[in-house]
């Protein structure tokens, strides 16, 4: 394949005694001629290797056609009424709907009807205790730069906004539906409507990443503000103190631990937390009094779950407490007694899945609802009974499919320092060494958890694997698991990686040579990271949107705010740290590097272009085998969310590449490409 060509200029930065060449300098300006010139002629190179892939029609078909399960959201209640998203075959994004009692279902926001082309997302939404105001916030073309407005529920009218600068903005609604507090800029403002955004009064001017909540009752505010390893959390009494200068008491500040606050309808503060146990407990205190010194233990930490949420329902003999844990990345919901946390029972699933946050009746009552979805189950809404202890279906996925024949198999590896790794391997039944896919995320404490996807299924219908390697980095196992994928221990996250892919090819499962690995952000890092330290052990990869050059990552998107996962290249230890595994820094000239598609979007402000696209020219100029590397890059997308024809289009392609260069034949098993 003759690539592009890409001047190597003589750029060598000084940076705490070491001199570290980047070649490709030039090609982080996305307005330069010389780097539009060169990204036109890599995407001609990967137009004409696109049309090469074998069943790549097949492929987009087939994505297309388990997509069409669409999904169905928790239910969020307000003044008797309810909120929820929800996405048929055919609509480019999920819809917010909402109805009463003796109502019709209507659409509240629609983005498909406000943009046909499906550039507008919907990025957050918040109703007022009322049910009457509705919050809710758009970007466009992928940019999640949020604006926010608000509507009146009944008519669909917008009686405020737009107010700009909210990016993914929490909003916590006082009483009556005439302010709100929110995050605008990244610092804490009260907004009253119908006056000037501008004018809003700040409630914290530190630029930070705020959370808010309110209670029921509208009284108590929680303001929780990220920070490394941790949060500050503040908690204001709304009565005794004006919502333009909330009296907001320390809860925790300083700390390594994460800690979630809310009122409950008792009049408890409950504090999900992870401070004095990793894996997380749920305790109480008083409001008047929210410092740990007044934390009671009432769930303690369990050794092999996570606890992550929590509700209280009305059950026959009196309130009862339910309490969500992932076990291994597998979701439950524990019934415990609220006075003494003792356990009572476990609530009902359809299978070992991913439950997602509860949802009750704010005014209190028996139900509760929560969406499930695994390998094979498109996500739905389950409703469960604290009266009966039965749990049912409130909401299937609204499309129809039909699923593949697919085995769920679990194991466990070891890690170059010993450690245990799991991994969840989905296949057809059968034995042999198959083409793989092997997928990893390992960041920001972020769990892979089971899912269905229009992604995954096809490859797996066609006679392939895919492997979901639970690394070091994430949060399956809790804090300190995440803890030990960050900063100076980040080389743990790969190493688990390679020894899963290790372990697949010592049992059997696959080859080197038919065993592809897919990423995607933090895990486009740990693609790429694989990718330059073990080459021979893959014969594709896919890097999407990822972060790749380690040394200059903070100066772009969102990289500054990644400094307590990754460390600094202002401090020399943490540069060592950064340049001991960044993938850009470490592409080796004469190198046999596997098949490698990089894949970016023109609206990412999270992680920004420039990160494959340097990490294409290095890879074009470095290999010295035959295998393609090649760039696809898309306008008028994002990071984030985006419509469903872009996201099939996207997984096509990647599905057909992995296809190509692992010998995964179209028209394998099953009515899959």
Known sequence: ????????????????????????????????????????????????????????????????????????????????????LRRTAGQEHAVLYTAAAGENVRAL?????????????????QPDAEGRLLAF???????????????????????????????????????????????????????????PADDDVVVRAEERSYGLGISGDGRWLTVSAGRPGGNDLWLADLVASSPERPALRTVQEGTDAVTVAAVGPDGRLYLLTTRDAPRGRLCVADPEHPSPEGWSELVGPDPEAVIGDFAIAEGTGGPV??????????????VHDPVTGERLGLVPLPGLGSVGHMSTRPE??????????DGVTPVGVHRYDARTGRTTLWEAAPGAVEVPEVESHRFVCVSADGTPVRVVVLARPGAGPRPAVLYGYGGFGRPLAPSYSGYVLPWVEAGGIFAFAQVRGGGEEGADWHRAGTLGRKQNTFDDFVAVAEHLVAEGWTTPDRLGVCGESNGGLLAGAVLTQRPDLFAAVVCSAPLLDMVR?????????????????????QLGWLLGYSPYHRVEKGTDYPATLL???????????????????????????????????????????????????????????????????????????
């Open 1 to 84: 394949m003759i690539y592009p060509p890409a001047e190597r200029e003589p750029v060598v930065d000084l940076l705490g005694g070491r001199a570290v060449p980047d070649p490709y300098r030039w090609l982080e300006d996305g307005d330069d001629p010389r780097t539009r010139d060169w990204l036109a002629a890599q995407d001609e190179l990967w137009r004409a290797h696109a049309a090469t892939l074998p069943g790549r029609d097949g492929w987009h078909a087939r994505v297309a056609a388990l997509t069409e399960a669409g999904t169905a959201g928790t239910p969020m209640w307000r003044g008797g009424r309810r909120f929820f």
């Open 109 to 125: 926001v629609d983005p498909g009807v406000l943009d046909p082309g499906g550039l507008v997302t919907l990025d957050h939404w």
């Open 137 to 195: 916030q758009l970007s466009r073309s992928g940019d999640e730069h949020s604006r926010l407005y608000v509507a009146d529920v009944m008519t669909g009218e917008v009686v405020d906004g737009p107010v700009d600068r909210c990016r993914y903005s929490p909003v916590a609604w006082l009483p009556g539906g005439k302010a709100f507090f929110y995050v605008r800029g990244r610092r804490v403002c009260l907004h009253r409507l119908g006056t």
């Open 321 to 334: 407490l339910l309490v969500g844990r992932t076990r291994h990345a597998t979701g439950e919901i524990g």
């Open 364 to 373: 209190g009552g028996h139900e509760v609802w929560f969406t499930y979805t």
């Open 553 to 573: 990552y903070e100066r772009s998107g969102l990289g500054p705010s990644w400094r307590g996962e990754y460390g600094s290249a202002d401090d020399p230890e």
């Open 599 to 673: 894949t970016t979007f023109g609206g990412d402000s999270r992680v920004d272009p420039l990160h494959a696209r340097k990490m294409c020219a290095a890879l074009q100029w470095a290999t010295s085998g035959d295998r393609p590397v090649v760039l696809r890059h898309e306008d008028g997308v994002g990071h984030g969310a985006r419509s469903v024809s872009r996201s099939v289009g996207l997984a096509a392609d990647m599905l057909a590449f992995l296809a190509r260069h692992t010998g995964l034949e179209p028209g394998a098993p099953g009515s899959g490409p």
